[in-house]
């Protein structure tokens, strides 16, 4: 049912919402929205989990901010490591590669196909993701499955973008791959 997500004035919100101009905070941006309804401006807390000074537990601490409308983005107080160390442990390089999963949710991550012919993502269709289950990929030409839709798309939005971000400014390479359940779960 296509309106089972919706409500009867939900276009005529959205209108509205696109043109809303909110004065900010001191020091901060007006909250705006841009034509596709996603915020102009973000603002993310990094958060450690490091041991508890009064208990034998583990904290969440905020250790960094990132502002997306500051020249210096990013700005990251120490770490706490595994073992309460202040470096990291040995034998992890500077650079590393991550597998990240994901589900399509837009406005956060949106799929469009791959250019056929190249394989590749057009400058303003994103990222190339896999969407394809590890168990399809066995055996596969990867030339060949990057050109193939049902084994790879164009990620794009709104979590991509930080992504892309957060990848440049803390210098680590990713890879992309779809949920194979197709629902969200839990770290249980």
Known sequence: DEGRGRWDNGEVFFKYL????????????????????DLKWAEL???????SVNSKGLVWE?????????QQKLDIRDIAWP?????????????????????EEAPYI??????????????????????????????????QAHKNGSFYQCCSGFCIDLLEKFAEELG????????????????E
């Not at 004065?23 to 929205?33: C, H, K, L, T, V």
């Open 18 to 37: 696109r043109n809303v101009s909110l004065e900010g905070e001191p020091n901060r941006p007006n909250i705006e929205f841009t034509a596709d309804g």
């Open 45 to 51: 807390k990094i958060m450690n989990l490091r041991p």
């Open 62 to 70: 905020e250790i960094g901010m990132w502002k997306s409308w500051q």
């Open 83 to 103: 073992g309460n160390s202040h470096t990291p442990p040995q034998g992890v390089p500077e650079k590393f590669h991550l597998k990240i999963t994901f589900l």
């Open 110 to 143: 949106n799929l469009s196909p791959a250019d056929p012919v190249s394989g590749k993502c057009l400058m303003d269709r994103g990222v190339l993701c896999r969407v394809a289950a590890d168990h399809e990929m066995t055996d596969i030409d990867m030339g």
């Open 172 to 187: 680590f390479t990713y890879e992309l791959v779809r949920v194979e359940a197709g629902k969200w779960g839990t770290l």
